[in-house]
T-cell receptor
Framework: QKEVEQDPGPLSVPEGAIVSLNCTYS??????FMWYRQYSRKGPELLMY????GNKEDGRFTAQVDKSSKYISLFIRDSQPSDSATYLC??????????????FGAGTILRVKS | KAGVTQTPRYLIKTRGQQVTLSCSPI?????VSWYQQTPGQGLQFLFE???????NKGNFPGRFSGRQFSNSRSEMNVSTLELGDSALYLC?????????????FGPGTRLTVL
């Protein structure tokens, strides 16, 4: 079993819909949680960064972390065709144990139809 | 400010050959990490360098190696190439060695092994 599980999709939604993307993980050492967006033929870019449990909002994006359930989510409000991309969750633990090593989910392909 | 650059962008090699990929981090960044991205395994951590020292290494065979120079530029080398080494190789840089630092990814080098 992988440390981080993420449904690869594809997830297809109409423009304006609320999108929910999720990851589950098994390693309780993970403390830092990230969401990256990757467009075709590009490197991943950081969207959201959360430490421990809680919510974080940035514009149309909201990240949620529930460490008790080992479950993280990314919500995209008012989705746009330009949001069509692969969304990768990533996580890591303490600096001493992980350094800058990130453990990624498989990525979910999102398609927003206009 | 210029982002992370990787050269070459595309590379075609045959089995048994070796290859060297290059990564120039964002100016001022001292930490460089390398990842392999494949459709089957997703993004997997290869190794991380900080101030010319390898700080962390992923679960890859010894054919995969890397180094970092005093100007923070990094190279990775794959010897005795196998078909399964075909992948997108991504480099990420960050300011320092803590995982609260944002990691910025380059566009990657697409390696095809024939």
């Amino acid at each position: 079993q992988k440390e981080v599980e993420q449904d690869p999709g594809p997830l297809s939604v109409p423009e304006g819909a609320i999108v929910s993307l999720n990851c589950t993980y098994s390693n309780s050492a993970f403390q830092y949680f990230m969401w990256y967006r990757q467009y075709s033929r590009k490197g991943p870019e950081l969207l959201m960064y959360t430490y421990s449990s809680g919510n974080k909002e940035d514009g149309r994006f909201t990240a949620q972390v529930d460490k008790s359930s080992k479950y993280i989510s990314l919500f995209i409000r008012d989705s746009q065709p330009s949001d069509s991309a692969t969304y990768l969750c990533a996580m890591t633990g303490s600096v001493r144990e992980y350094g800058n090593k990130l453990v990624f989910g498989a990525g979910t392909i999102l398609r927003v139809k206009s | 400010k210029a982002g992370v650059t990787q050269t070459p962008r595309y590379l075609i090699k045959t089995r048994g050959q070796q290859v060297t990929l290059s990564c120039s981090p964002i100016s001022g960044h001292r930490s460089v990490s390398w990842y392999q991205q494949t459709p089957g395994q997703g993004l997997q951590f290869l190794f991380e360098y900080f101030s010319e020292t390898q700080r962390n290494k992923g679960n890859f065979p010894g054919r995969f190696s890397g180094r970092q120079f005093s100007n923070s530029r990094s190279e990775m080398n794959v010897s005795t190439l196998e078909l399964g080494d075909s992948a997108l190789y991504l480099c990420a840089s960050s300011l320092a060695a803590g995982n609260t630092d944002t990691q910025y990814f380059g566009p990657g080098t697409r390696l095809t092994v024939l």
